[in-house]
């Protein structure tokens, strides 16, 4: 009887323990980024890019690698847009939902999702060499393309799926085409979700290195230029770490920050959205 | 639209292709024990023993997941039987936040972090001499970066067996621990390995931040303070000299197939046993 | 009345967030009879059955007050020792739910829990309790399949088989057989009559002949409160309340 009551108690006790773990575990993490990087950010770091010796402790910023990730992550989140739409309406609007076509796409979705990002860049690399293009603002928003496709399918194709047969069904019964349905209705009851997906595959995008290492390179200008090479946040928080001087190494603690504060920041808006939504769907 | 759909079905496929046919000339040059068996790794003179990077891959994930499956099991437990449901919620976001922190980011506060301690404590109170780049310190932030994928998925595994079962065992005297272990945890059991092999998939093919505390030295590691070499760290390192060196590419983009065909393996496996239990609640 | 009283209710209060459940319940269940509990559906029924045996705890925000005295000792008491309270009483779903291991397994499951490791003793227990129900004919040469492979109707007698392995003084029924198919049903019914001799049978029903058949004792409950209880010829023949005469009449349901 006791040793029953003892067994609880001690698992009990350790499960608590590993609950603290893993959130302390975040706790430190966040605190610790937040504590190295803040003494070393200024508002040079946002607005300027590197000037002359950035990387041996003088002066400057990493404006190149915000705008660089910016426009990357958002060039590849349009793109992969433009693929997973399709894909999520045809899944959910043309085909029915127990389709061994769908059943298989769906898997192979999942299957993507869990490819690693190195193994993206290095795809994405294959198609530059097939191309011709070079390592560029475009190489990367190819892979990061594909890298976020996965993801932002999957996350479009769970909203969707949760919206009710029936909604679609009286658009039919009112003369729409599937299409027309699709688009008008389902779309509309999806939206808050489909942002959301949006919003993840973004952050994903924005903060992945090993994608961007082969096929974006890296520049010290701001450019918007296709074909030029670009920087990415990541990719300066990794080579600021990897120089010897102290100095540097503390801006890629303010890098970080930077870095973590933009994705902490899609997290909470993505949160508030769907709570702000919630009202507008229908149930 | 059923174009696109198609060219997602046939991604996979492309990208194996793709890698393989650019994998070809090393294949073709090598026996495969050459690449599989050596230990050396030296591109210039045309040794490209890929031991070392299995070896080493392998030891800082098992190294992660002996961290993490406990730890996110019992988490796990103690959210999905013993908690109420605003705890369960109040959960959620913390857990998806760390999901959501890039990878550089994780190895920045290795570098920080784990490292010196590594090296400052824990080395030397085992006897053993380190930089504190080493499995362990992969290991570690490995393991902190899989915790949201294992929870997740568990949780929902958990939450898919029907409550009854636990009213029964209850109902019959059992201590809900006596509940989770005897009848829970069994039901779930499927679902659980199949987190865990997600978890195992994902430590697998992690990039930088393994590539910034573990040292990056191609030699067989023999304790868990010793310095490793990883698949994804060698190919990302070399990207660099991949086209001044004959074969260097093939090399490179061999490994990056063998990342993809490895998570493949394990991806698939872990979601047919998923969509097999959902099958079966629905 | 002479009928000695096994579980005393006293001033029982359920509250499921706002609802209130059970009003002021003030009720005796006597020692080694059948008493059936009926009612229209929904009015706490099985809230007031799930009372005794404290499984009313797993619901989310629920509260209570008041005693249920069994041999004395109040269930509902902070600190009471929950898994001994459970252990005293056997619970029969409306659905049957083997747990997900072998038939063996199943009726072995209550014993192992409470320390019982003798591999001999266990096997005679499970003999033992599936001769009862009388299950053992059809499955003794498959023990070790799993309990889902049963029929609905021996799933049912399994899971009684596996109540009574732990050798409890109560058991309760939460529409024990509405799930079943008549022969099933008739099988578990004449089960009950046998058992009532070595244990207090509490049921919970809605089919009025079932209560007819089987009760020596009732309690009419609608809507949370007690509106009548006592034997069962009385209560059938010559209810005292309108709204017991109306509901036995079907006129309610």
Redesign the interface.
């Given at each position: 009887?006791d040793?029953?009551?003892i067994?609880?108690r001690f698992?009990?006790g350790?499960?608590?323990?590993?609950?603290l773990?893993?959130?302390l575990?975040?706790v430190?993490?966040l605190v610790?980024?937040l504590v190295?990087g803040l003494p070393a950010m200024n508002l040079a770091m946002i607005t300027q890019g590197p000037k002359g010796g950035f990387y041996l402790g003088k002066e400057g910023g990493v404006l190149n690698a915000i705008v660089g990730s910016a426009a990357l992550a958002g060039g590849a989140t349009i793109l992969s847009f433009f693929?997973s739409l399709?894909?999520v309406?045809?899944?959910n609007v043309?085909l029915r939902q127990s389709s061994r076509?769908s059943?298989?796409?769906r898997?192979?979705?999942?299957?993507?999702?869990?490819?690693?990002?190195?193994?993206y860049g290095?795809?994405g690399?294959?198609?530059m060499l097939l191309f011709g293009i070079k390592a560029s603002l475009l190489g990367g928003i190819i892979a990061v393309s594909?890298l976020i496709?996965p993801i932002m399918?999957r996350a479009m194709d769970e909203v969707m799926k949760m919206v009710p047969r029936e909604l679609l069904e009286t658009s039919y019964s009112l003369g729409a085409t599937r299409l027309e349905a699709g688009l008008k209705v389902v779309l509309r009851q999806a939206m808050p979700g489909i942002l959301t997906a949006v919003l993840i595959a973004f952050?994903?995008g924005?903060?992945?290195?090993?994608s961007v290492?082969?096929t974006a390179g890296f520049s010290d200008h701001v450019s918007f230029s296709l074909f030029r090479p670009v920087a990415t946040l990541?990719?300066a928080?990794?080579y600021q770490?990897g120089t010897p001087f102290p100095e540097v190494q503390d801006r890629?603690?303010a890098s970080?920050l930077i870095?973590?504060l933009i994705?902490?920041g899609?997290?909470v808006f993505t949160?508030l959205i769907t709570r702000r939504f919630r009202s507008y769907t229908i149930r | 639209?059923?174009l696109?759909?198609a060219?997602?079905?046939l991604?996979?496929f492309v990208?194996v292709l793709?890698?393989y046919l650019?994998s070809r000339p090393i294949l073709e040059t090598k026996t495969l024990g050459q690449l599989f068996l050596a230990t050396s790794w030296s591109p210039s003179r045309g040794n490209f023993g890929f031991l070392p990077f299995i070896v080493g891959t392998l030891w800082v994930t098992l190294a992660a997941v002996v961290i993490a499956v406990?730890?996110?099991l019992?988490?796990a437990?103690?959210?999905s039987e013993?908690s109420p449901r605003w705890l369960r919620e109040f959960?959620q976001?913390?857990?998806?936040?760390?999901a959501?922190?890039?990878?550089?980011?994780?190895?920045?506060?290795g570098?920080?972090?784990v490292v010196p301690i590594i090296k400052d404590h824990l080395g030397p109170r085992f006897g053993s001499y380190t930089t504190g780049y080493s499995v362990l310190a992969g290991g570690v932030v490995l393991a902190?970066m899989i915790?949201p994928v294992i929870?997740h998925i568990s949780l929902e595994v958990l939450a898919a067996v029907k409550f009854e079962v636990r009213e029964v065992s209850l109902a019959l005297g059992a201590?809900?621990?006596?509940t989770v272990k005897h009848v829970v945890l069994r039901k779930a059991l499927p679902g659980i390995f199949a987190a865990v092999v997600?978890g195992l998939?994902?430590a697998?093919?992690?990039?930088?931040s393994v590539l910034?505390v573990t040292g990056n030295v191609a030699r067989l590691p023999h304790s868990v303070f010793d310095p490793a070499y990883t698949l994804?760290a060698l190919?990302?390192n070399n990207?660099g000299e991949m086209l001044s060196i004959p074969l260097y590419d093939s090399a490179?983009?061999l490994a990056?197939l063998i990342?993809?065909l490895v998570?493949?393996v394990?991806?698939?496996f872990s979601?047919v046993i998923l969509?097999r239990l959902s099958r079966r609640v629905a | 009345m002479g009928l000695k009283i096994h579980i005393e209710v006293r001033d029982l209060d359920v509250f499921y967030g706002n609802t209130h459940a059970l009003k002021k319940i003030n009720v005796g269940i006597p020692e080694k009879k059948i008493t059936a509990i009926i009612g229209p559906s929904g009015c706490g029924k099985t809230t007031l059955l799930k009372s005794f045996n404290r499984l009313v705890d797993l619901a989310e925000d629920v509260r209570y007050s008041g005693s249920i005295l069994v041999d004395g000792q109040d269930v509902l008491a902070p600190g009471v020792d929950l898994?001994a309270v459970r252990k005293k009483m056997g619970l029969l779903s409306q659905k049957p739910t083997p747990l997900p291991m072998s038939i063996f397994e199943n009726v072995a499951y209550g014993p192992k829990?409470h320390?019982v490791r003798n591999k001999k003793r266990l096997r005679e227990i499970v003999e033992h309790q599936l001769k009862e129900v009388g299950l053992w004919e059809e499955v003794e040469k498959r023990l070790d399949e799993p309990a889902s492979k049963l029929s609905v109707g021996q799933q049912q007698r399994l899971c009684l088989a596996r109540g009574l392995a732990v050798e409890p003084e109560i058991i309760l029924g939460d529409e024990p057989t509405s799930a079943l198919d008549p022969i099933s049903s008739k099988r578990i019914e004449e089960k009950f009559l046998v058992l009532k001799d070595k244990y207090t049978i509490v049921i919970v029903t809605h089919i009025l002949r079932q209560a007819k058949r089987l009760a020596d004792y009732v309690v009419f409950l609608y809507f949370g409160e007690v509106i009548e209880h006592g034997p069962a010829e009385q209560i059938f023949a010559n209810p005292q309340q309108q709204l017991t005469a109306e509901y036995i009449k079907g006129v309610i349901s």
């Open positions: 009887m040793r029953r009551r067994e609880e698992f009990q350790l499960m608590v323990l590993s609950s773990v893993i959130f575990s975040l430190l993490i610790d980024i190295k693929l399709p894909v309406l045809y899944l043309y076509f059943a298989f796409i898997f192979s979705l999942d299957v993507l999702w869990g490819v690693p990002s190195i193994v290095a795809f690399f294959t198609l594909l496709f399918s952050g994903r924005i903060g992945d290195a090993a290492i082969f990541p990719l928080i990794f770490l890629a603690y970080s870095l973590t994705i902490v899609i997290s949160r | 639209m059923f696109v759909t060219f997602a079905g991604l996979l990208m793709a890698l650019k406990p730890l996110c019992l988490t437990v103690f959210l013993y959960a976001p913390p857990i998806d936040l760390l959501g922190i890039p990878s550089v980011v994780y190895g920045v506060w570098v920080i972090v902190i915790f929870i201590t809900r621990w006596q997600l998939s994902r697998f093919g992690e990039t930088m910034m994804p190919i990302a990207y490179l983009l990056s990342l993809l998570t493949l394990f991806n698939a979601q969509a | 898994t829990i320390g």
